[in-house]
């Protein structure tokens, strides 16, 4: 360990505040003074957050345009003992971020990769829904139109609730799509402006989002939508299912079709189809 508890030829994954600069942990701080560069998404975000703490590092721009690019000179200088850190412009980089790519090519390069855990918008979101759940899944931002969106959409509904990003000048279509795909009963949690000095977070139902982000001002700053979680689906008695389909079909075939109707392992039901057919 040297350069101030900085590892030399190591890459650092910096979560940084999304919104108070106050967030930033002491180490995020120290690594960020230590460390011989600082990939950023956008260099003039960052050197905000740099200029607060009084940081005057050297800053070289890291976004989904450039990212294999820039990851080869940035390899380089890992290998010629260099500390790189990366930061997003909020959050922790490569979620819903570029910083993956990179990330995965300092893996294949044999390098040292590092997390400095920090702040997270959708770990925030969630933990200020109150959705009970044993976890929950990150869908990131939803495709902006077309069929990738539709699909997107209809594979929201599921056991655990979903974390969602959404731009400012695209939440009020979103919250439609979704009230007209998962009905306006649905619960979810609105954020907007997380940290900062105006930050909102609403619980309501789908019905309810539209009146409520009509208020003034609600439709300005970034938003995490939390999606409560589906109804669990009614289990189906497999054996029944089996019966019915070996009216007409073989056993194999009844046993491929009775797996993708209970979710049940297709070998499992075979055996079953097989011993149910004798």
């Avoid at 509904?157 to 306006?184: Q, S, Y």
């Amino acid at each position: 360990m040297d350069n101030g508890g900085v590892d030399r030829g190591t890459l650092y994954v910096v979560a940084t505040p999304i919104g108070n600069l106050a967030d930033a942990s002491p180490r995020s701080v120290e690594v960020l003074r230590s460390v011989d560069l600082v990939a950023c998404e956008d260099t003039r975000t960052t050197r905000t957050l740099l200029g607060h703490y009084g940081i005057a590092a050297r800053t070289v721009a890291l976004h989904e345009h450039n990212e294999r690019a820039v990851a080869k000179g940035l390899i380089a200088a890992l290998r010629d003992g260099k500390s790189v850190a990366l930061v997003s412009d909020a959050g922790t980089p490569g979620i819903a971020d570029p910083g993956a790519l990179l990330v995965a090519d300092v893996h294949r390069a044999g390098l040292r990769v590092s997390p400095v855990p920090g702040p997270s918008a959708a770990a925030a979101a969630f933990s200020a829904a109150g959705f009970a759940a044993p976890g929950y899944r990150f869908a990131g931002f939803l495709p902006a139109s077309g069929g990738a969106r539709r699909k997107a959409i209809e594979a929201l509904d599921g056991p655990l609730p979903v974390v969602l990003f959404e731009a400012p000048h695209r939440i009020a279509r979103t919250l439609d799509d979704l009230a007209a795909k998962l009905g306006p009963a649905r619960e979810i949690a609105l954020a907007r402006e997380l940290s900062k000095k105006f930050e909102e977070v609403a619980r309501l139902t789908l019905g309810e989002a539209k009146n409520w982000l009509e208020a003034p001002h609600r439709q300005q700053g970034e938003f995490v939508i939390v999606l409560s979680a589906g109804e669990a689906p009614q289990s189906l008695d497999a054996d029944r299912v089996l019966d019915v389909l070996l009216e007409s079909l073989a056993p194999s075939e009844a046993a491929k079709a009775a797996a993708r109707i209970t979710g049940l392992a297709k070998g499992e039901l075979y055996r079953k189809a097989l011993s149910r057919r004798k």
